[in-house]
């Protein structure tokens, strides 16, 4: 009786993600490989590559912290630094460039265009400090309505204090969202994981291509028109 006890104790712990199977599995894998310094680099990353959206990384942290395998407060508190660094970063180049160039910096980046600095300013000048703070919402928005707040020399402090606030609620919500749903998902995942895999693969090719085709029809439409003047 004993033995058995003292075996029990020294079994290893259960992968919860060895059922998991396919892209899904590969990505919760990853992502506690990588833990909560993971997450902030994603969302980090989304501030420059808008097509990667949050929505996308902050619930599977979620279920990560529901499963025990990542805390949820340091995710979040990752997620909403690395929001906040990628927001400072475009902040000091909106200041440091001013609205004419910067506006051809974002024109020329790949996958970006004119039109995202001028919605986003526009938003802005409507809007003011509230823009910061619910533009962390709004997919694309969030990633560049730092620009004109910068280009106005907006209060650092005020800038700071909305991004926080704004990120920090929006990332409590998707992270939260996939840990109270936890429950629900594990079984799903653990029976159909394969198939949701390719499901979540078709869509996300499917979103991506069409991003780029937009955007490419769009750059080679202003071209045209440029041309003919």
């Given amino acids: 009786m004993d033995i058995d006890v003292m075996n029990l104790a020294a079994a290893p712990p ?28 994603a969302i980090l990353l989304e501030t420059f590559l808008p097509p990667i959206p949050s929505e996308a990384v902050l619930p599977g942290a979620g279920f990560l912290a529901y499963e025990g395998r990542m805390s949820f407060t340091l995710a979040w508190v990752a997620a909403t630094a690395g929001g906040l660094i990628g927001a400072w970063i475009w902040y000091v180049i909106g200041a440091a460039l001013g609205r004419d160039r910067t506006r051809r910096l974002v024109g020329r980046t790949p996958l970006l265009d004119y039109e995202d600095f001028d919605k986003s300013e526009a938003f802005f000048q409507r809007w003011g400090g509230v823009a910061v703070l619910l533009g ?94």
């Fill in 14 to 41: 259960v992968d919860p993600s060895a059922g998991y199977s396919g892209f899904i599995g590969w990505v919760l894998t990853q992502m506690e490989v990588l833990g909560e310094l993971g997450v902030g680099l």
């Fill in 136 to 229: 962390r919402c709004v997919p694309l928005v969030r990633s560049f309505v730092s620009i004109p707040a910068g280009i106005d020399r907006m209060s650092i402090l005020h800038f700071t204090a909305y991004t926080l606030i704004g990120s920090g609620v929006w990332n409590a919500i998707w992270i939260g969202a996939g840990f109270l749903f936890g429950p629900a998902i594990r079984p799903a995942l653990e029976r159909w994981s394969g198939v949701l895999s390719n499901a979540v693969l078709a869509i996300i090719v499917i979103l991506f291509v069409w991003f780029v085709v937009k955007r490419v029809r769009r750059l080679l439409k202003r071209r045209g028109a440029v041309g003919v003047r």
